[in-house]
């Protein structure tokens, strides 16, 4: 593919209902990342993956909050029981090598409302 | 203590002017350092990537860096209004093992 997407683009949901958004990094890419942004904030940073290895996710805000990317490449975010909190751009970028160092590629993200 | 800090403008300059744009970071041991820039509704797009200290020059765009001042900006030369957006700038941290961005400044070219 020419680039990372995600889908779906848009979102509403319910409060407490939960939902699965997607990445497809750039293929080849190793590290896949994960972000929020809120509405004139800076993406923060969520959670990391090296191939299917989970090497950080010390920013995921609670535990309603799940990420997984089983075989290295499509990565899913889970939100459990969602909050009005929880509304943001979902942003996920990829890089091409292993280290965390080489510049990240962004898809188009995914809006998030919770009503 | 933010680990990135931008001024979040809005800055305004005419056309065919030059933008400068600032950026301070928090991780002295920091050694990645990246400009984004960002239009309303779209995601962030990569636009340098600066390692070393000094200037890095790309067509229009130039990244300068000072690692002693914990400081780095971006310069764009004959601004057009095409260049109006949120520019972000962002650091991977070496203790933190993750990127860091911060809030972005709002540039306008005024034609």
């Known amino acids: 593919g020419a680039g990372v997407s995600q889908s779906p683009r848009y979102k509403v949901a319910k409060r407490g209902q939960d939902v699965a958004l997607r990445c497809d990094p750039i293929s080849g890419h190793v590290s896949l990342f994960w972000y929020q942004q809120a509405l004139g904030q800076g993406p923060e940073f969520l959670t990391y993956f090296q191939n299917e290895a989970q090497l950080d996710k010390s920013g995921l805000p609670s535990d309603r909050f799940f990420a997984e990317r089983p075989e290295g490449s499509v990565s899913t975010l889970k939100i459990q029981r969602t909050q009005q909190e929880d509304s943001a751009v979902y942003l996920c970028?990829?890089?091409?090598?292993?280290?965390?160092?080489?510049?990240?590629?962004f898809g188009p993200g995914t809006r998030l409302t919770v009503t | 203590q933010k680990e990135v800090e931008q001024n979040s403008g809005p800055l305004s300059v005419p056309e065919g002017a030059i933008a400068s744009l600032n950026c301070t970071y928090s991780?002295?041991?920091?050694?990645?350092f990246f400009w984004y820039r960002q239009y309303s509704g779209k995601s962030p797009e990569l636009i340098m990537s600066?390692?070393?200290?000094g200037d890095k020059e790309d067509g229009r765009f130039t990244a300068q860096l000072n690692k002693a001042s914990q400081y780095v900006s971006l310069l764009i030369r004959d601004s057009q209004p095409s260049d109006s957006a949120t520019y972000l700038c962002a650091f991977f941290s070496n203790t933190g093992n993750q990127f860091y961005f911060g809030t972005g400044t709002s540039l306008t070219v005024i034609p």
């Open positions: 600066i390692y070393s200290n």
């Open positions: 991780d002295r041991g920091s050694q990645s």
């Open positions: 970028a990829s890089t091409q090598g292993g280290t965390v160092s080489y510049e990240q590629y």
